[in-house]
């Protein structure tokens, strides 16, 4: 990922950190998600224009009365819409993936995101239970974090960068990251790296929720 970021963050010491890391924690990796694989996973686009496509053709089929030309032109305001919802749908994904920056160091997990209202979480590892890879064929994945303790994060808020359908116990994810495998791998050595060492305090904020002004 390029250094250079929106200008909208310019006052980040750090991109996608808030505050300058403590001495001795080391950035290992930062990332954000690829556009096409969240709108295809959050926003599911390949259903709706699939909705939109079938029917399309089913009222087509059933008012063209076997002429095509009629049929034809039954069907296109159908997927007239579903093109249009479908490019507003990718558009927000496009906007997503370009407002968030997700950060591995060598002490946390770190996740600036959200577009409108835009919030840094810190999960320092000691603060994660688990990190569960949902891996697709093409290399893309999602990571979702499960926080210990009392720290209670907003699925709305953290939208679509969360686990789906978790919402009791909202899971922050790294959502449809391209090659996955080799982020996970980095974050589960980080981590028992990090958990092997005596616990130093003060080194980095427990769980929370930046949000940016």
Same mark, same amino acid.
Not at 32 to 46: C, D, G, S, T, V
Not at 79 to 99: E, K, N, P
């Given at each position: 990922?390029?250094?250079?970021?929106?200008?909208?963050?310019?006052?980040?010491?750090?991109?996608?950190?808030?505050?300058?890391?403590?001495?001795?924690?080391?950035?290992?990796?930062?990332?954000?998600?690829? &556009? %096409?694989?969240?709108?295809?996973?959050?926003? *599911?686009?390949?259903?709706?224009?699939?909705? %939109?496509?079938?029917?399309?053709?089913?009222?087509?089929?059933?008012?063209?009365?076997?002429?095509?030309?009629?049929?034809?032109?039954?069907?296109?305001?159908?997927?007239?819409?579903?093109?249009?919802?479908?490019?507003?749908?990718?558009?927000?994904?496009?906007?997503? #993936?370009?407002?968030?920056?997700?950060?591995?160091?060598? &002490?946390?997990?770190?996740?600036?995101?959200?577009? #409108?209202?835009?919030?840094?979480?810190?999960?320092?590892?000691?603060?994660?239970?688990?990190?569960?890879? &949902?891996? *697709?064929?093409?290399?893309?994945?999602?990571?979702?974090?499960?926080?210990?303790?009392?720290?209670?994060?907003?699925?709305?808020?953290?939208?679509?960068?969360?686990?789906?359908?978790? %919402?009791?116990?909202?899971?922050?994810?790294?959502?449809?990251?391209?090659? &996955?495998?080799?982020?996970? *791998?980095?974050?589960?050595?980080?981590?028992?790296?990090?958990?092997?060492?005596?616990?130093?305090?003060?080194?980095?904020?427990? #769980?929370?929720?930046?949000?940016?002004?």
């Amino acid at each position: 990922m390029s250094n250079h970021d929106h200008d909208d963050f310019a006052v980040e010491p750090v991109p996608g950190l808030p505050a300058e890391p403590p001495k001795g924690e080391v950035l290992l990796w930062q990332g954000r998600p690829q &556009a %096409f694989a969240l709108a295809r996973e959050a926003m *599911k686009i390949n259903w709706i224009a699939g909705y %939109f496509v079938a029917l399309a053709i089913w009222r087509g089929w059933a008012m063209g009365g076997g002429v095509l030309s009629t049929s034809f032109a039954v069907m296109l305001p159908y997927l007239a819409i579903g093109a249009v919802t479908c490019g507003i749908l990718y558009s927000i994904a496009v906007v997503q #993936a370009r407002t968030t920056v997700y950060t591995i160091t060598t &002490a946390r997990v770190a996740m600036r995101i959200g577009a #409108a209202l835009t919030v840094t979480l810190n999960l320092p590892f000691r603060q994660i239970g688990a990190a569960n890879l &949902a891996l *697709k064929s093409n290399g893309t994945g999602t990571i979702a974090l499960q926080t210990l303790g009392d720290t209670r994060i907003s699925y709305l808020v953290c939208w679509p960068h969360v686990r789906p359908w978790h %919402f009791n116990r909202t899971q922050p994810a790294l959502r449809a990251i391209p090659d &996955a495998a080799a982020v996970a *791998k980095l974050l589960a050595d980080a981590a028992e790296t990090r958990l092997s060492q005596p616990e130093v305090t003060n080194t980095t904020a427990p #769980a929370h929720a930046v949000a940016a002004e």
